[in-house]
């Protein structure tokens, strides 16, 4: 990993070049969504995004336990940290979710 240092550089710009645009498109998505039924379009959107990362979170997990060369205590540590900033931030989610207010229509 050391022999490739502009390689991470360039990852983390991408990841931060990825996370604009989902951001925009999301934004852009939801500008049309009746204010009642935003819970129910953001709701569905976690549920797909939760399953794509436990799909994911559970290949590198096995993929780590095959390979000796990645199996080693900072390895697992760090994939701790994400995978519970990971939950951490879908129960942030599901809080908000679950306390936007019932009738968001003007009174």
Same mark, same amino acid.
């Given at each position: 990993?050391?022999?490739? +240092?502009?390689?991470?550089?360039? =990852?983390? *710009?991408?990841?931060?070049?990825?996370?604009? !645009?989902?951001?925009?498109? #999301?934004?852009? *998505?939801?500008?049309?969504? +009746? @204010?009642? !039924? #935003?819970?129910?379009?953001?709701?569905?959107?976690?549920?797909?995004?939760?399953? !794509? $990362?436990?799909? *994911?979170?559970?290949?590198?997990?096995?993929?780590?336990? %095959?390979?000796?060369? #990645?199996?080693?205590?900072?390895?697992? %540590? #760090? =994939?701790? /940290? &994400?995978?519970?900033? $990971?939950?951490? @931030?879908? &129960? /942030? $989610?599901? @809080?908000?979710?679950?306390?936007? +207010? !019932?009738?968001?229509?003007?009174?």
């Amino acid at each position: 990993m050391e022999a490739h +240092p502009s390689g991470h550089i360039d =990852l983390l *710009a991408s990841l931060a070049l990825d996370y604009q !645009r989902k951001y925009q498109e #999301l934004q852009q *998505a939801l500008q049309d969504v +009746p @204010m009642e !039924r #935003l819970p129910l379009q953001l709701r569905a959107l976690a549920e797909s995004t939760t399953d !794509r $990362f436990r799909s *994911a979170q559970m290949q590198l997990t096995r993929q780590i336990s %095959h390979d000796a060369a #990645l199996l080693n205590e900072e390895t697992i %540590h #760090l =994939l701790n /940290v &994400i995978f519970r900033c $990971f939950d951490e @931030m879908r &129960i /942030v $989610f599901q @809080m908000l979710l679950e306390h936007l +207010p !019932r009738d968001s229509s003007p009174q």
